[in-house]
């Protein structure tokens, strides 16, 4: 949530500095997206660049660092904002692409991972209540019990030597 607000902060910013030419223009284009209690924190600052200080102290984050170098240097050289920030532009807009990115695969992931449970417990009800007359149906068939207990016994008494395992020599061999 935070990270969306900075980059899209940011992205706000710089058009409207860029339009406007004024910081204290420029911040209250971007006031409709802060929240009321931070905007109230923020009123408490009489100056533009120290409502920008305390929210880079706030929203502790790498590309707000750099939007911050990027709006000091304009104050102090002038020129063209989006020159100096289309870096920054594109790389707050290729983050958000990959938050994007991630929440929707986080969301087909949560889906199928739900999909899947409930398939799961749909087969077991089924086989729960299907398979009670199954088994009943079994139990009293002579011929089941009869192969059942030949497999049992087979398997049983089947000697090791014919479940060995085939020696190398033995497939060299052949």
Same mark, same amino acid.
């Given at each position: 949530m935070d990270t969306?607000? /900075?980059l899209y902060f940011i992205n706000k910013f710089i058009i409207s500095l860029s339009i406007n030419g *004024?910081?204290?223009? *420029?911040?209250?284009a971007c006031k409709e997206i802060i929240n009321d209690k931070l905007y109230l924190q923020l009123k408490a600052f009489d100056e533009v660049e120290n409502r920008l200080e305390y929210l880079k102290k706030h929203y502790n984050y790498k590309i707000y660092e750099i939007f911050s170098g990027?709006?000091?240097?304009?104050?102090?050289k002038g020129g063209d904002i989006l020159s100096y920030s289309s870096t920054l532009l594109a790389e707050a807009r290729r983050s958000q692409s990959n938050i994007n990115k991630l929440f929707d695969n986080s969301i087909k992931h949560l889906f *199928?991972? =739900? /999909? =899947?449970?409930? !398939? *799961?417990?749909?087969i077991l009800i089924v086989a729960r209540i299907s398979l009670i007359d199954f088994y009943h149906n079994?139990?009293?068939s002579e011929f089941f019990i009869i192969t059942v207990s030949a497999g #049992? +016994? !087979? !398997? /049983?008494?089947?000697?090791? #030597?014919? #479940? &060995?395992? +085939? &020696?190398w020599s033995e497939i060299r061999a052949e």
């Amino acid at each position: 949530m935070d990270t969306n607000f /900075i980059l899209y902060f940011i992205n706000k910013f710089i058009i409207s500095l860029s339009i406007n030419g *004024s910081l204290l223009d *420029s911040f209250n284009a971007c006031k409709e997206i802060i929240n009321d209690k931070l905007y109230l924190q923020l009123k408490a600052f009489d100056e533009v660049e120290n409502r920008l200080e305390y929210l880079k102290k706030h929203y502790n984050y790498k590309i707000y660092e750099i939007f911050s170098g990027v709006v000091n240097e304009y104050l102090d050289k002038g020129g063209d904002i989006l020159s100096y920030s289309s870096t920054l532009l594109a790389e707050a807009r290729r983050s958000q692409s990959n938050i994007n990115k991630l929440f929707d695969n986080s969301i087909k992931h949560l889906f *199928s991972f =739900m /999909i =899947m449970w409930s !398939f *799961s417990f749909l087969i077991l009800i089924v086989a729960r209540i299907s398979l009670i007359d199954f088994y009943h149906n079994f139990l009293s068939s002579e011929f089941f019990i009869i192969t059942v207990s030949a497999g #049992f +016994l !087979f !398997f /049983i008494g089947t000697p090791p #030597f014919l #479940f &060995r395992p +085939l &020696r190398w020599s033995e497939i060299r061999a052949e």
